[in-house]
């Protein structure tokens, strides 16, 4: 981690720069036997969830191998790039791998949870039962080894964290839970988000599709920042904040109102959607949709380093925590001191996700 150097000091750039090569994770690449499983979980979701499984196998049949189970970033789904890379990462070490949707993404919430969005206590609890469901299942194969691993990246890490220590009280025990890029107080994380996104508002920059894609591609061909003008800059702030949070928030909301018809969303033909859109925040989630969840939010509870001591103090000795020290999403931390928390100089949020330094990091963390 010593040697981790990054090439762009702007959080904001090297965030966009990690996503212009995304497409060099395809399924194609993973190894193993590919399929979507589905679990049903009735105390947490009127629907099966589905997820994804990969299995190491040989004459077609599964064989013994480590577990990984991998909770990718808030909104991220089943087939998006994300997903996949972490089962072509962990299949192609010899893992089975299992990858479920995030709580935030339109596939878990498109299923009717019975709690709502944000509620992290029940989401962790229902990615740990649809865990729990399928590890069974595959005990039953007998083709799991004994080391079994739980990652998670941003709020997936978030929920790597609380998981861990419900295995912990059900007497599970991973081998090890791995946390990247994580919110370290999802509070102050969605504190800090809102507050860029009223940001981005006076960029001065426009938000057409085209403008979009010409400045990302612009992003992607820079080789060093000098070659960066300010419009730039402020182009790479606004595709990091709005495309990566803000769009994305929109996107579950609204899938999240349709699905539990609450009717809080204007409709599709009013003037006043377009405006709705553009003001959403998380606060403003929160305040409208689940004013119940704030007690929660504002609690202890939402700082991982709370789960982590009480994970520690049930006798776990598995935790490793990996930051960059300019991610927007922590700045106010870039100084904490938690056990087993390491930051690495720069890298904003997973922006060293498409570099050869993060591919070697996999391959010996693992």
Same mark, same amino acid.
């Given at each position: ?203 001065? !920059?426009? $938000?057409?599709?085209? @403008?979009?894609?010409?400045?990302? &591609? +612009?992003?992607? %061909?820079?080789? /060093?920042?000098? #070659? ?36 809080? !969303?204007? $409709?599709?033909?009013? @003037?006043?959607?377009?405006?709705? &859109? +553009?003001?959403? %925040?998380?606060? /403003?989630?929160? #305040? ?48 904490? &001191? ?29």
């Amino acid at each position: 981690m010593r040697e981790f150097k990054s090439e762009f000091q702007n959080p904001y750039v090297k965030t966009v720069r990690s996503l212009c090569e995304k497409g060099k994770y395809q399924k194609t690449s993973i190894k193993g036997q590919y399929s979507k499983y589905t679990v049903s979980l009735s105390e947490f979701m009127e629907e099966d969830l589905v997820i994804n499984l990969v299995l190491q196998v040989k004459n077609g049949e599964p064989i013994k191998a480590p577990f990984v189970l991998a909770i990718p970033g808030a909104f991220t789904n089943l087939d998006d790039d994300q997903s996949i890379m972490w089962m072509q990462y962990f299949s192609n070490l010899g893992y089975h791998v299992m990858t479920l949707p995030n709580p935030w993404g339109t596939d878990f919430i498109s299923k009717k949870t019975k709690f709502k969005m944000g509620d992290y206590l029940n989401e962790a609890k229902t990615l740990y039962a649809a865990f729990k469901e399928t590890y069974v299942h595959l005990e039953k194969r007998n083709p799991v080894s004994s080391k079994t691993h739980l990652f998670g990246l941003s709020y997936g890490a978030f929920m790597t964290s609380i998981i861990n220590t419900l295995a912990i009280e059900d007497g599970f025990h991973f081998s090890k839970a791995t946390m990247v890029a994580p919110p370290l107080d999802l509070n102050t994380t969605i504190k800090l988000l809102d507050e860029q996104i009223d940001e981005i508002k006076d960029l001065g !920059v426009s $938000g057409s599709l085209l @403008g979009t894609l010409v400045n990302f &591609k +612009k992003i992607c %061909k820079l080789e /060093k920042e000098s #070659e960066a003008d300010t419009k730039l800059l402020s182009w790479s702030k606004y595709l990091a904040i709005k495309e990566g949070f803000q769009v994305e928030l929109v996107n579950s909301v609204i899938e999240f109102d349709d699905v539990h018809q609450l009717d809080l !969303v204007p $409709g599709t033909f009013s @003037g006043d959607k377009a405006e709705w &859109k +553009k003001q959403l %925040k998380f606060s /403003k989630y929160f #305040e409208v949709f689940a004013p119940e969840l704030k007690p929660l939010l504002n609690s202890e509870k939402s700082k991982l380093e709370y789960w982590n001591k009480k994970a520690a103090l049930l006798g776990a000795n598995n935790t490793r925590i990996m930051a960059s020290d300019d991610d927007f999403i922590n700045v106010k931390f870039r100084k904490a &001191k938690e056990a087993r928390l390491v930051f690495l100089r720069g890298g904003g949020h997973f922006g060293f996700r498409n570099s050869t330094w993060f591919d070697q990091f996999i391959s010996i963390a693992f």
